[in-house]
């Protein structure tokens, strides 16, 4: 388990999700619980270890109530590699499609870049003084100060006095990409190994540049931390994390619900869950960077289930996601407590935002009613699209303010609950209007 993770206990998880998350406990706990499941696996002998199973979970809920956010908040505390894909893009082999083994390849170049991330940061400060030793020698063989004490200058480079200077600099020349075209069902991955072959084997070539100080700095960081990282090691830790680590969240799962019973789409539904049964159970995939075992990726899959049930999945899939949770409507109490609880809250982005102009903006709390009954409503008449009603409605009232913010650098806004209604009384009142605006 990752270092973020490993001393958090269940009540903790949650407190953490809460921060960011309005509502939707039993989510929230079962979640939490799969994770902890997950730190107990590693401190369990190696006689049973690899017998345990992950805690998959399926989510029932209508849309924008927060199952996506969940499963990307729990990766992100986890440090995990994390994917969203919608079971619906996938097509049973031997249709036009991808196929499912793809999503695995994906989770593990999102892994890599990671690792790799991290790799990077361990080794920043040496990759930037390597870099800025290389700027002084640029910048000291064409100034009249080329005999100055080295340090000087490390100095007179990180206060900005070169930053306006162009100097000539020697960089990679990246080899241009190379798209194979492959048949149908080995084109996922031999589309991307043949091309990273013929990649690999043109050799990289340096070109000279003009470039600012800053620019030519930041390309000789990524050359040197480039050199100091170790892919291979890289590579080792992303697969071992994708594997034991890994969380995929596979939406719109009740698109591929169907039996066998007809010929055309119900064929290829099921065909897609058969397919997808391998993965979930435990099976391997072969990736570019290695073999893959999927038997302990955590496996969370959502849907809303309107036109079909959890039970129309195959037998077999749904024994694979043995934790089930239903995830309630949002309602007008919880989109106010959306507005202004979650640290990530919508009215802390856009007062965030318009504060870059130099504009104040400060919300009462009958602004913040408003903005939650308009969405509520909207919701009721319409189609009811959850917690994402509140970034049409709120990006219609500041629709005006965002437009003319730069030239109104000083000033200080109130929202009350009459200039969100002078925004959208309008709209609202045309039903015709609301449907295509809200």
Do not use: C
Not at 66 to 86: D, M, S
């Amino acid at each position: 388990m990752t270092r973020a993770i490993q001393n958090l206990t269940p009540r903790e998880i949650v407190s953490e999700l809460d921060r960011y998350i309005v509502g939707q406990q039993d989510a929230k706990r079962a979640v939490a619980l799969a994770l902890r499941s997950r730190w107990r696996r590693q401190q369990v002998g190696d006689e049973l270890r690899d017998e345990i199973a992950p805690r998959n979970i399926l989510m029932i809920g209508p849309t924008g109530v927060g199952k996506t956010e969940i499963a990307r908040r729990l990766a992100r505390l986890a440090g995990a590699p994390f994917l969203k894909v919608e079971a619906s893009k996938f097509t049973e082999v031997g249709y036009v499609g991808r196929d499912v083994e793809s999503m695995i390849r994906d989770l593990v170049e999102t892994g890599i870049s990671m690792v790799r991330l991290e790799h990077e940061e361990r080794v920043r400060t040496k990759a930037q003084r390597a870099a800025e030793d290389r700027i002084i020698e640029i910048v000291g063989a064409l100034s009249d100060v080329a005999r100055a004490d080295r340090e000087s200058m490390r100095r007179r480079l990180r206060a900005g006095e070169f930053d306006s200077r162009t100097i000539e600099v020697q960089v990679v020349d990246k080899a241009p990409s190379i798209n194979v075209v492959t048949p149908r069902g080995q084109g996922d991955q031999m589309g991307v190994s043949l091309g990273d072959m013929f990649g690999n084997l043109m050799p990289k070539r340096k070109k000279s540049a003009k470039l600012k100080v800053p620019d030519a700095l930041r390309a000789f960081v990524s050359e040197e931390s480039e050199r100091l990282i170790d892919h291979d090691a890289i590579v080792s830790e992303a697969l071992d994390r994708t594997q034991n680590h890994g969380i995929v969240f596979l939406d719109e799962i009740d698109k591929v619900a169907g039996r066998e019973s007809a010929r055309g789409p119900d064929v290829s539904r099921e065909g897609v869950q058969r397919d997808l049964l391998p993965i979930v159970e435990g099976s391997n995939v072969t990736t570019k960077h290695g073999v893959v075992k999927t038997d302990h990726i955590l496996f969370v899959a959502a849907g809303a289930f309107h036109l079909s049930k959890p039970s129309d999945l195959i037998p077999e899939l749904q024994g694979r996601f043995p934790i089930r949770v239903e995830l309630k409507s949002l309602e007008r109490s919880d989109f106010e407590r959306i507005l202004s609880e979650p640290r990530n809250s919508l009215v802390r982005q856009y007062t965030a935002m318009l504060e870059t102009e130099g504009v104040t903006v400060s919300f009462r709390e009958d602004a913040i009613a408003e903005i939650a009954r308009m969405a509520w409503t909207v919701n009721q008449q319409l189609e009811n699209i959850g917690a994402r009603r509140l970034h049409t409605i709120l990006e219609r009232v500041f629709e005006e303010l965002s437009f003319h913010a730069p030239e109104m650098n000083g000033a200080t806004v109130e929202v009350t609950a009459e200039y969100v209604r002078e925004r959208l009384d309008d709209v609202l009142a045309d039903e015709d209007l609301s449907r295509y605006i809200l």
